[in-house]
């Protein structure tokens, strides 16, 4: 590199430099913890050290992610077999009551029955897990479940 230019870059050494735009010299070493670690981010190769992975949910926390998920799915699946009945109701000169009226002799109100009952087990289940595998059956079945409505 030209002399006249690298007297013009500034050069740093840390993370800290980098985030403030300093040019940071890549050596023989780093180079190597680079290749070995392709996916690793800036701050490590800069820093040559891998962050520790996180750390892994509790089983409470996972028990409120799947009952989430499972309560998610529920009204996502109701909504696609009956959209809001506001949003019915506003497309169309009908009212809630007469929408409401038609859906229940449409099956909306056994499908809902269906739902709500394969709810309530899958988060009662969930929430007596004792570990995480049987938290992911309890989600995949209750997906499936529903689907088959």
Same mark, same amino acid.
């Given at each position: 590199?030209?002399?006249?230019?690298?007297?013009?870059?500034?050069?740093?050494?840390?993370?800290?430099?980098?985030?403030?735009?300093? =040019?940071?010299?890549?050596?023989?070493?780093?180079?190597?913890?680079?290749?070995?670690?392709?996916?690793?981010? !800036?701050?490590? =190769?800069?820093?040559?050290?891998?962050? %520790? %992975? %996180?750390?892994?949910?509790?089983?409470?926390?996972?028990?409120?992610?799947? !009952?989430?998920?499972?309560?998610?799915?529920?009204?996502?699946?109701?909504?696609?077999?009956?959209?809001?009945?506001?949003?019915?109701?506003?497309?169309?000169?009908?009212?809630?009551?007469?929408?409401?009226?038609?859906?229940?002799?449409?099956?909306?109100?056994?499908?809902?029955?269906?739902?709500?009952?394969?709810?309530?087990?899958?988060?009662?289940?969930?929430?007596?897990?004792?570990?995480?595998?049987?938290?992911?059956? !309890?989600?995949?079945?209750?997906?499936?479940?529903?689907?088959?409505?």
């Amino acid at each position: 590199m030209n002399t006249e230019l690298q007297d013009l870059i500034t050069k740093g050494t840390t993370y800290q430099d980098y985030l403030e735009e300093k =040019w940071i010299p890549v050596k023989k070493t780093m180079s190597a913890f680079i290749k070995a670690n392709p996916t690793a981010s !800036v701050k490590e =190769w800069i820093e040559m050290e891998l962050a %520790p %992975p %996180p750390p892994e949910p509790t089983l409470e926390e996972l028990k409120e992610q799947a !009952v989430n998920q499972v309560e998610s799915m529920a009204t996502a699946r109701l909504n696609e077999l009956y959209p809001p009945h506001e949003l019915i109701a506003q497309a169309y000169t009908t009212t809630v009551d007469e929408i409401e009226q038609a859906l229940y002799f449409d099956g909306f109100e056994a499908a809902k029955s269906a739902i709500n009952a394969a709810l309530t087990l899958a988060t009662d289940t969930i929430n007596t897990a004792s570990d995480s595998t049987v938290i992911d059956a !309890v989600v995949a079945t209750f997906n499936s479940q529903i689907y088959a409505l």
